[in-house]
């Protein structure tokens, strides 16, 4: 991909975001759920699954900072985080239409979510030189 100010600052921003909120979910999933809303105190099972959650989302918040610094991974980088973005988003929007409004603070993870990751795949088709990684 092309080397760009704007994509470094998107890959960086993102990726400090998705290591706040992982390393939150990993560490603190109850206190970190309770924030919303959400009790998990009493149910093992969802702690389990929320970490789990809260490892992916650390992993791809290292994909996208590396891809910040490394043009061979700027590709990579900002396709994964434009796609967990979206797939959040859109994952969040299916469940309000199933399952109807939830808290305040949800309702803009979602709008955030799908402006990063609509943003994430216009940089990534504005950027790319013929599919090919670029320096």
């Known amino acids: 991909m092309r080397n760009?100010?704007?994509l470094k600052t998107?890959?960086?921003l993102s990726g400090i975001l998705l290591m706040v909120l992982g390393g939150a979910t990993l560490s603190v999933p109850v206190e970190f759920k309770a924030g919303s809303g959400i009790d998990i105190a009493e149910?093992?099972?969802i702690?389990?699954?929320s970490r789990a959650f809260g490892a992916l989302l650390l992993g791809v918040s290292i994909v996208s900072l590396l891809?910040?610094?490394r043009c061979s991974l700027s590709y990579t980088s900002t396709l994964l985080?434009?796609?967990l973005f979206t797939s959040l988003g859109i994952g969040r929007l299916i469940s309000i239409l199933a399952d109807g409004m939830p808290v305040d603070g949800l309702v803009k993870a979602t709008g955030l979510e799908l402006i990063l990751g609509?943003?994430?795949f216009v940089f990534f088709s504005i950027y790319q030189y013929n599919g090919k990684k670029t320096a």
């Open 4 to 6: 760009s100010k704007v």
């Open 10 to 12: 998107y890959l960086i």
């Open 43 to 45: 149910n093992i099972n």
């Open 47 to 49: 702690i389990n699954d």
């Open 67 to 69: 891809g910040a610094f």
């Open 81 to 83: 985080a434009s796609l």
């Open 118 to 120: 609509i943003t994430g």
